[in-house]
């Protein structure tokens, strides 16, 4: 099964999740950091801007919260994804507060239902500004990613 790990990070806490998701997949899935950088959001959401996903069959998309949401440069993203239809999409978000877990699930859910595709799981990781993202938590990412790949 071919697996794909899109995500943003900005301090570096979803991009530590993003690895240990890797790392539960046997290191088999590619990785794809979407870059922040402001030629980066140019080129990114330029109208021409297409990422095909139709050589995976399992893909994992990551970034943080904002305001109890999907980020918008993430939702952004999703909403331009080529060939998201049918596919099976595992989420992992990051933020500061326990409580967006619920909002930014749906959130979640709601964007990839738009686009036809099929949400198989989710985690989200309350990281407190960084200080809160251990080593257990990274290995429950490594199981998060295990669980999915078995389910599917």
Same mark, same amino acid.
């Given at each position: 099964?071919?697996?794909i790990?899109?995500?943003?990070?900005?301090?570096?806490?979803?991009?530590?999740?993003?690895?240990?998701?890797? &790392?539960?997949?046997?290191?088999?899935?590619?990785?794809?950091?979407?870059?922040?950088?402001?030629?980066?959001?140019? &080129?990114?959401?330029?109208?021409?801007?297409?990422?095909?996903?139709?050589?995976?069959?399992?893909?994992?998309?990551?970034?943080?919260?904002?305001?109890?949401? *999907?980020?918008?440069?993430?939702?952004?993203?999703?909403?331009?994804?080529?060939?998201?239809?049918?596919?099976? *999409?595992?989420?992992?978000?990051?933020?500061?507060?326990?409580?967006?877990?619920?909002?930014?699930?749906?959130?979640?859910?709601?964007?990839?239902?738009?686009?036809?595709?099929? *949400?198989v799981?989710?985690?989200?990781?309350?990281?407190m500004?960084?200080?809160?993202?251990?080593?257990?938590?990274?290995?429950?990412?490594?199981?998060?990613?295990?669980? *999915?790949?078995?389910?599917?």
């Open positions: 099964m071919r697996s790990i899109v995500y943003c990070s900005k301090t570096g806490n979803t991009e530590k999740v993003a690895h240990a998701v890797q &790392k539960g997949l046997h290191g088999t899935a590619d990785l794809l950091k979407l870059d922040l950088t402001p030629e980066g959001l140019l &080129k990114e959401h330029a109208p021409r801007f297409t990422f095909d996903l139709s050589n995976y069959d399992l893909i994992f998309l990551g970034g943080w919260v904002m305001v109890m949401k *999907v980020h918008p440069y993430l939702s952004a993203y999703i909403n331009r994804i080529e060939n998201l239809e049918g596919r099976k *999409v595992a989420g992992f978000m990051t933020g500061g507060a326990i409580f967006s877990r619920g909002h930014v699930y749906d959130d979640f859910t709601s964007l990839l239902d738009r686009r036809g595709a099929r *949400v799981d989710f985690m989200y990781i309350s990281t500004l960084g200080p809160l993202l251990t080593k257990s938590k990274l290995r429950a990412a490594e199981e998060f990613a295990r669980h *999915v790949m078995a389910q599917v």
